[in-house]
């Protein structure tokens, strides 16, 4: 059963790859040429969808103010990795576990001590993520770990991928059926109550896609800086546009834009892939502050310049 | 019970309510009836809000029941039937959304319950009936030229209106309303006002909770005293005299400091500055 999905599964990714190289034979050779490897190809498709997955949640994550949360996230499913693999799970399980038991964990501080969110967070991430870095320095090489903390996009083999894509479809998938509910959970909670919504469903339903997500981004960009690619994308595009819609289109574009020109640039100039997707988020990110239509610095420059020499 | 129960928009029996350990409601018992424009009235800390967010189903009473249109107050919000206003501050007015947009959601449940498979589709592709409904609540509050426009770019009483137009735009049995009159221009005031009077001459029950009491005094039907319990609930001339706001303002488990403010309130001075 498990062999015939995964065969499935390889049988969808080498068609998707398919059909990214058959977009990408049409660009100039300089650039089309690092993805005559497969490692490459698979690196772009893992890329292109973690890019968009985390553009789309980036968005809620701004609007919710969860920037922390997703920081907390990311660094509590170590040990459910380091667990995982000494028991020869997919890793995947084991992080999604040790994630959702952390943020329900947060939220049980929250609501029964006096304890503020962001102590509650604190404390409960680097507890976590402290447990992971006891458990993996017992049992695996430090390059394991480095590939763990900071991605390895280039080493992401077949399962991992299709689990990956699967992470993604669920997530996009929630986020379209239940776009209503998302809107008004993040836009007015108490309205939400009012009609009858079931808040915490949406909440903790919320938490658990950002974990899903989380996880399946781990090869890409790493537990340190998939909080960057979680908040990033959606800060763009809140400086850009004026509707959740388009600001969920914009954000994923910018996802997607910034893993494929940041794995290109890692390869070309041989440097760490999960840094250089960031650095190339953070670049878009600087882009959208200084030349925003309605929030640029230079927009505001030039008024108040216009107003100064009009005087 | 079954028949009269029906006939009130809300029958609550023995209610308690605590921000964890501490009590804020006890023993409420409170009729209110259908078609009216009712207030409730109380020194801060009273409850007043408290009781609010019973009936909006974010605070869950300790003990007691809340019966909302002779039925299970659940039932009554998952129907639509309770629409709610907030105070302007609870809303994050840079979200990324237009005046429309936000009119819009009032309809989500009702998408949501009666859509079949299209409640999974954007908006725009929700049923004639939720578009009609939203441009007519716009109207209302006269800010259909401005419904493309986003939130963020919205004056004070154009923020309040909107909030209203999402109120009637979700067609409720009972309009629930915070402070409506806070923080408006004497025309917008007039313009809520008019509106919610319509609404209760088409049988739709106006409850909000006010401060100011010069409000209450021209624009309620029935005020209910609250503090910390009901301590008098009926017609409005009955119950903002002198003597039954001075018991008001006195009642049972009050601190000195909340006796002051109620005096205040009673006085009718300085009542807006203690809301903050």
């Keep these: ?311 | 019970m079954d028949a009269t129960a029906a006939q009130l928009a809300v029958s609550i029996r023995d209610l308690s309510a605590a921000y964890d350990d501490v009590p804020v409601l006890a023993d409420v018992d409170l009729d209110i009836p259908r078609g009216q424009l009712v207030t409730f009235v109380g020194p801060n800390g009273a409850g007043k809000s408290t009781l609010f967010k019973v009936l909006v189903g974010i605070v869950s009473p300790r003990s007691g029941t809340v019966q909302i249109l002779g039925g299970e107050a659940e039932r009554a919000r998952v129907r639509g039937d309770i629409a709610y206003m907030p105070q302007q501050e609870q809303i994050d007015w840079d979200f990324p959304a237009s005046v429309r947009d936000v009119v819009m959601t009032a309809r989500y449940t009702r998408m949501i319950t009666e859509g079949g498979p299209r409640r999974f589709l954007p908006t725009r592709f929700a049923a004639p009936h939720h578009h009609t409904a939203v441009a007519a609540a716009l109207a209302d509050v006269d800010m259909t030229p401005m419904a493309e426009r986003a939130i963020g770019a919205l004056s004070g009483g154009q923020q309040k209106r909107t909030l209203l137009a999402r109120v009637l735009a979700q067609d409720a049995a009972i309009l629930l309303l915070d402070e409506p009159l806070t923080g408006v221009d004497r025309d917008s005031e007039r313009l809520i006002m008019q509106v919610l009077q319509r609404e209760r001459d088409r049988g739709r029950t106006v409850i909000t909770v006010t401060h100011d009491l010069a409000s209450a005094r021209t624009h309620a039907d029935h005020v209910v005293l609250l503090n910390r319990s009901v301590v008098a609930s009926g017609p409005r001339d009955e119950m903002l005299t002198d003597e039954m706001l001075t018991r008001t303002a006195t009642a049972r488990w009050m601190s000195s400091q909340d006796t002051s403010r109620a005096a205040d309130a009673a006085s009718g001075h300085g009542t807006k500055e203690s809301s903050r």
């Design chain 1, 1 to 311: 059963m498990m062999e015939a999905l995964l065969a499935f599964g390889i049988t969808i990714v080498d068609a998707l790859i398919a059909a990214l190289m058959a977009i990408i034979q049409l660009l100039p050779g300089p650039v089309s040429d690092p993805f005559r490897y497969g490692f490459m190809q698979r690196g772009l498709l893992t890329a292109i969808t973690v890019g968009g997955v985390c553009g789309v949640l980036s968005c809620y994550v701004i609007l919710k103010r969860w920037s922390l949360l997703g920081d907390a996230i990311s660094h509590a499913v170590l040990p459910g990795v380091a667990i995982a693999y000494l028991l020869g799970w997919p890793f995947f399980i084991g992080a999604f576990v040790t994630g959702a038991l952390t943020s329900v964990g947060i939220g049980f501080i929250e609501r029964h001590t006096r304890i503020k969110p962001d102590a509650a967070m604190g404390l409960m991430f680097t507890a976590a993520f402290a447990l992971g870095i006891v458990i993996i320095s017992q049992i695996a090489t430090s390059t394991h770990l480095m590939h763990i903390l900071f991605g390895n996009v280039l080493g992401v083999r077949y399962p991992a991928l299709v689990l990956t894509l699967m992470a993604g479809l669920i997530t996009l998938g929630a986020v379209f059926l239940y776009y209503k509910q998302l809107f008004l959970y993040t836009f007015d909670p108490v309205q939400a109550r009012a009609m009858g919504m079931h808040t915490g469903v949406i909440h903790y339903g919320l938490i658990l896609l950002l974990t899903l997500t989380i996880v399946a981004s781990l090869e890409t960009v790493g537990i340190i800086l998939v909080v960057a690619m979680l908040v990033t994308p959606g800060a763009t595009a809140y400086l850009l546009v004026n509707s959740l819609p388009l600001m969920i289109g914009v954000s994923a574009t910018i996802g997607v834009l910034s893993a494929v020109v940041g794995l290109y640039l890692s390869f070309v100039f041989n440097v760490a892939s999960g840094g250089t997707i960031v650095l190339v988020a953070s670049g878009f990110f600087i882009l959208a502050l200084l030349f925003s239509p309605r929030q640029g610095l230079l927009r505001r420059w030039w008024t108040r310049h216009r107003a100064r020499t009009a005087l």
